[in-house]
């Protein structure tokens, strides 16, 4: 496979950035013929060249008018290279400047200036021209990028254009293929004798033939019938990738431009994120809270409400952390990049005003957001994607985050998503469940296990007779529909909690422990020694006692059997003491007999009643002391 970029274009309005297309590649990218009467482009238009290292640039070619803006950012979205077109004649002009901010703020990485039309002024123009470039560029990732003079009409300066293009494209870092498949969609049409064809530019993992795929927001489940990467068919299509996917089962209404392929159970479409944005110092007034601008990311746009973290307003030129709230569903990923405009009712068309970076596409729901910078929001910028994953589970809160979802916040593949929670579990920062599905902070643990302690002290107060609760109780306690499991998982944590069995308890709150050396159960123990293995029932125990409060004889003598000093086998009240004597007796006998039958036993047993005898090997049967086989028993392995 050659490596591939995408080279798009950028600049003013009849600058000639088609005519360079066309005059680079041979390829007329304004296919319309509407766009071919005005002689302007409307719609993205698309061709390819291959570079003399054996590189194959893809090339977006975007419209220069003011009010298709949101067609060239769509455009820009997909780009590793940009070619910002400026006009020797005219020079730097609104637009210039527009695209370059929207590419800055997209973060397009890399680029040159064309200085075209270079044939219609003569050199000294040209050289004041490139000047004036270079102080535009200034301070800007194109400020040491090459400014190159050339000519659509004579072809002059084409072949270095090429060159700077080829140099530039040896450097280009390319998109992740380790991540989920995503193509966001900007060309839908259908083809006689195909079906369905959509193009993107894929900006993350590999899509084959036969795959099946979603189409977010909302759309159907589609098979991927064949693929076409510059002009021929492809088996698979990988990151940074223009690809036509033919699509099966599906008209083309349903994936319009602004649609995501990806693969089903990947990404989910939200309507909220939080992120970072930078407002550009041209606008007019500061951006205030709960301004609404429109949000424009891979091809996909949506009105927005934009609530700032910790701050009424920002200024032209500053930044700062924000929830967006979306009226539409969209895809996003973690580090995907976005454009804001302000958009006035009174005119079709808007302007840029800023952008920024996706720092969580599934944001925790907050109460009055706006207050202060969640504290987990700047680590979610951070480069390191281990600081970014721990973030990305702080932020989760007791909603816990899946690998998955990890995956999409952190903007890195599943598997290393799934190696960083590992390392992060290894650290003690984070805990898991038993099922390995989800995993939550450790400040969620501690802030989950403070409220399950309250909830288990208001339970023992309501049911002062209850020993313990069960984990769901708990969870009933919980205002919202927290998983039973990390309830559980965060109290088991705690010193003052106590757990026997299923059910969590506080110590301190259990119903008043009885007082094992009472006068009451220091008469019944000594009863039940007494009677040794003529066991007693609990109403014999009673009669022979004569207890002044049966419930507190009931009560104590529950404590007893609990405590383990006072053994019931089927309703006959033992001594432990007595029976542990008995059993070692038992254990040497079948030590050195090998078995035992029920009249020996009687026998060992001080020839006890046949009424005692029986229960007494089934509870050593069960005790796993004794195997029964037949009317004989043997001594089990191990004892
Ligand atoms: N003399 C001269 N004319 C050029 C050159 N490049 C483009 N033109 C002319 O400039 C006009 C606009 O060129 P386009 O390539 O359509 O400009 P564009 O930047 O694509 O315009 P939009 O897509 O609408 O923003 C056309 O009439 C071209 O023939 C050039 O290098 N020299
Ligand atoms: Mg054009």
């Known amino acids: 496979m050659p490596n591939r970029v995408i080279v798009g274009t950028a600049g003013h309005i009849d600058h000639g950035k088609s005519a360079l297309v066309r005059a680079l590649t041979g390829i007329d990218p304004d296919r319309l013929k509407e766009e071919k009467e005005r002689g302007i482009t409307i719609e993205l238009g698309f061709a390819h060249l291959l570079l003399p290292s054996g590189t194959l640039a893809g090339i977006i070619d975007v419209p220069g008018h003011e009010k298709f803006v949101r067609t060239m950012v769509a455009g820009a979205a997909g780009i590793d290279i940009v070619m910002l077109v400026i006009a020797a004649d005219e020079g730097v002009m609104p637009q210039t400047r527009e695209h370059l901010d929207i590419c800055r703020l997209l973060s397009v990485g890399d680029g040159l200036v064309a200085l075209t039309k270079c044939d219609k002024v003569d050199a000294d123009w040209a050289a004041l021209q490139e000047e004036e470039v270079r102080k535009f560029v200034r301070g800007t990732f194109l400020s040491d ?202 005119e079709n068309f808007g302007y840029t005003i800023g952008g920024g970076r996706i720092l969580s596409p599934y944001p925790r729901r907050r109460k009055g957001p706006g207050k202060a910078v969640p504290q987990a929001l700047p680590s979610l910028q951070s480069p390191e994607a281990a600081v970014r994953v721990l973030a990305a589970l702080e932020e989760a809160g007791r909603n816990g985050l899946g690998t998955k979802e990890a995956a999409v916040i952190g903007g890195i593949g599943v598997a290393a998503a799934g190696a960083e929670i590992g390392r992060l579990v290894s650290s003690g920062k984070v805990r898991g469940d038993t099922g390995g599905g989800r995993y939550w902070h450790g400040i969620a643990l501690e802030e989950t296990g403070e409220e399950g302690i309250r909830a288990l002290s208001a339970l023992h107060d309501r049911f002062p007779d209850r020993e313990g609760f069960l984990r769901e109780e708990v969870a009933a306690q919980f205002p919202d529909g927290t998983d039973p499991e990390f309830i559980a998982l965060s109290i088991a944590g705690r010193p003052e909690a106590g757990k026997a069995g299923d059910s969590f308890f506080l110590p301190a709150k259990r119903p008043r422990s009885v007082e094992l050396s009472s006068p009451l159960a220091r008469a019944i123990a000594d009863k039940v020694r007494e009677t040794g293995l003529s066991a007693l029932s609990k109403s014999e125990l009673a009669d022979a006692l004569r207890p002044g409060d049966r419930r507190e004889f009931d009560k104590t003598l529950e404590a007893l059997v609990k405590g383990g000093r006072v053994l019931r086998v089927k309703e006959m009240l033992f001594d432990s003491g007595a029976i542990g004597a008995l059993k070692e007796n038992l254990v040497s006998y079948l030590e050195k007999k090998g078995e035992i039958t029920v009249p020996e036993f009687k026998d060992l047993a001080g020839g006890l009643s046949r009424k005692y005898v029986i229960p007494l090997l089934e509870h050593f049967d069960l005790s796993k002391v004794t195997l029964r086989v037949g009317d004989k028993r043997l001594l089990r392995k191990g004892k």
């Open 145 to 346: 990028a090459p400014v190159v003079r050339v000519s659509a009409v004579t072809g002059k300066g084409l072949p270095a254009l090429v060159g700077a293009l080829d140099t530039i494209a040896s450097r280009v870092r390319g998109k992740d293929p380790e991540l989920f498949f995503r193509l966001p969609v900007d060309r839908s049409f259908s083809m006689k004798g195909f079906g369905t064809v959509v193009t993107g530019t894929i900006t993350g993992g590999t899509v084959r033939t036969g795959d099946e795929v979603q189409v977010l927001p909302g759309g159907p489940v589609a098979r991927v019938r064949g693929l076409q990467v510059h002009g021929g068919p492809a088996e698979s299509s990988s990151a940074g990738t223009r690809t036509a996917v033919n699509l099966q089962g599906v008209e083309k209404e349903s994936v319009p431009r602004g649609s995501v392929l990806c693969h089903p159970g990947t990404y989910a479409p939200t309507k909220a994120a939080d992120v970072h944005l930078e407002y550009l110092p041209l606008a007019a007034r500061p951006l205030k809270n709960r301004a609404r601008a429109s949000f424009h990311a891979g091809t996909s746009s949506s009105l927005a409400k934009i609530l700032l973290y910790g701050v009424a307003e920002i200024s032209p030129g500053g930044s700062g952390y924000a929830r967006i709230e979306l009226d539409e569903e969209i895809v996003l990923m973690g580090g995907d990049r976005f454009i804001l405009r302000g958009f006035s009712p009174l």
